[in-house]
């Protein structure tokens, strides 16, 4: 019985997957099972899965038809195979460095009380280095997430940068909350830390997460905004059982003026109408209630931060302008 089971979901993911694979194929670590997914592509991703399937720690499934992303990755989670210690998700447009299921299971062998383990990694071209102070390698779990809510993001990041301790409840079919649908993982995360305690770190640079024109977080986060509207979710949901009360006050506080600010500024861009749309669509599911008066503070925000910086707001919506019309003549062009 394999002692971690790494697993990929993939959709038209040919560009990278074979080279995603070779990276577990290379772990100095070898007591695996691979399990990939295929999320009904339409490429050639199942037959780069196949080319490989003469090690028989690689097992290969197919949804049979496309599932949104977080059904995806709990329909993955769900085919482990029973007895499995460890879940390690890796993304197919993602790598694993050669050391990096030793170091982490080191970690979580030796500490029966994590639940979770990261390590430094390489976002797109950035390294980072956000982590407990160095040599420390075990952290309670609510100042971890206390981190999280105070903005240092990248303690909790993608799903690839992580090793989950088995048994969790709901593993399987519900692991990730759909109702996040484009941060589930994050929320993931606080979630097993508040169900079982301490975090596990290795100080290296295990992961890398390739950003890419084609990648979800680009056209998602970027543009619609989805971290600022998900983590203000998650502080809701989660924040009370890891904060005092005057901490949650002042966070929330926090949140809300820049989710404000984002939505403000998103009135002058060109993808203003689908923005506000993605976020109004999205308020119920989440748990999050904007009166009229907290649409009136979203133009105060603005306007407000209009007044203290005048030029930067006027470039800035010239800029937007720019863009708009840009995107007009390309359209007209194209039709």
Same mark, same amino acid.
């Given at each position: 019985?394999?002692? %971690?089971?790494?697993v990929?979901? %993939?959709?038209?993911?040919?560009?990278?997957?074979?080279?995603?694979?070779?990276?577990?194929?290379?772990?100095?670590?070898s007591?695996?099972?691979? =399990?990939i997914?295929? $999320?009904?592509?339409?490429?050639?991703s199942r037959?780069?899965?196949?080319?490989?399937?003469?090690?028989?720690?690689?097992?290969? @499934?197919? $949804?049979?038809?496309v599932?949104?992303?977080?059904?995806?990755?709990?329909?993955?989670?769900?085919?482990?195979?029973?007895?499995?210690?460890?879940?390690?998700?890796?993304c197919?447009?993602?790598?694993?460095?050669?050391?990096?299921?030793?170091?982490?299971?080191?970690?979580?062998?030796?500490?029966p @009380? =994590?639940?979770?383990?990261?390590?430094?990694?390489?976002?797109?071209?950035q390294?980072?280095?956000?982590?407990?102070?160095?040599?420390?390698?075990? !952290?309670?779990?609510?100042? !971890?997430?206390?981190?999280?809510?105070?903005g240092?993001?990248?303690?909790?990041?993608?799903?690839?940068?992580?090793?989950?301790?088995?048994? =969790?409840e709901?593993?399987?079919?519900?692991?990730?909350d759909?109702?996040?649908?484009?941060?589930?993982?994050?929320?993931?995360?606080?979630?097993?830390?508040?169900?079982?305690?301490?975090?596990?770190?290795?100080?290296?640079?295990?992961t890398?997460?390739r950003?890419?024109?084609?990648? %979800?977080?680009?056209?998602?986060a970027?543009?619609?905004?989805?971290?600022?509207?998900?983590?203000?979710?998650?502080?809701?949901?989660?924040?009370?059982?890891f904060?005092?009360?005057?901490?949650?006050?002042?966070?929330?506080?926090?949140?809300?003026?820049?989710?404000?600010?984002?939505?403000?500024?998103s009135?002058?861009?060109?993808?203003?109408?689908?923005?506000?749309?993605? @976020?109004?669509?999205?308020?119920?599911?989440?748990?999050?209630?904007?009166?009229?008066c907290?649409?009136?503070?979203?133009?105060?925000?603005?306007a407000?931060?209009?007044?203290?910086?005048?030029?930067?707001?006027? $470039?800035?919506?010239?800029?937007?302008?720019?863009?708009?019309?840009?995107?007009?003549?390309?359209q007209r062009?194209?039709?």
């Amino acid at each position: 019985m394999a002692l %971690v089971s790494v697993v990929t979901p %993939v959709y038209n993911g040919s560009k990278y997957l074979r080279s995603c694979i070779e990276s577990v194929l290379c772990q100095t670590f070898s007591d695996w099972e691979y =399990v990939i997914v295929d $999320n009904g592509s339409s490429d050639d991703s199942r037959s780069i899965a196949e080319s490989y399937a003469s090690d028989k720690r690689l097992r290969i @499934h197919s $949804n049979g038809q496309v599932l949104p992303v977080t059904l995806s990755f709990n329909r993955a989670a769900s085919l482990v195979s029973p007895g499995i210690r460890y879940l390690k998700f890796l993304c197919a447009d993602d790598l694993l460095f050669p050391q990096c299921l030793e170091l982490m299971l080191r970690v979580a062998e030796s500490n029966p @009380h =994590v639940s979770l383990v990261g390590s430094y990694k390489i976002h797109g071209t950035q390294p980072v280095f956000e982590g407990p102070p160095f040599p420390q390698e075990v !952290v309670p779990g609510r100042e !971890v997430c206390k981190w999280f809510f105070q903005g240092r993001l990248g303690i909790l990041g993608s799903e690839t940068n992580h090793l989950i301790r088995l048994p =969790v409840e709901g593993a399987g079919s519900s692991l990730f909350d759909p109702t996040f649908s484009k941060h589930s993982d994050t929320e993931l995360f606080v979630r097993l830390l508040k169900d079982r305690g301490e975090m596990g770190f290795v100080h290296q640079v295990l992961t890398f997460t390739r950003v890419h024109a084609g990648s %979800v977080s680009v056209k998602q986060a970027h543009i619609l905004g989805t971290g600022h509207l998900e983590a203000l979710a998650i502080l809701n949901k989660h924040g009370p059982d890891f904060l005092t009360h005057g901490e949650m006050k002042t966070l929330l506080q926090t949140r809300r003026r820049a989710y404000f600010r984002f939505l403000f500024r998103s009135l002058f861009k060109s993808a203003g109408k689908e923005i506000w749309r993605y @976020h109004r669509s999205n308020w119920p599911s989440l748990g999050i209630y904007l009166s009229s008066c907290d649409m009136a503070r979203v133009i105060a925000v603005g306007a407000a931060m209009c007044a203290v910086h005048p030029l930067d707001s006027l $470039n800035r919506l010239r800029r937007e302008i720019s863009r708009r019309a840009s995107r007009t003549v390309r359209q007209r062009i194209d039709g």
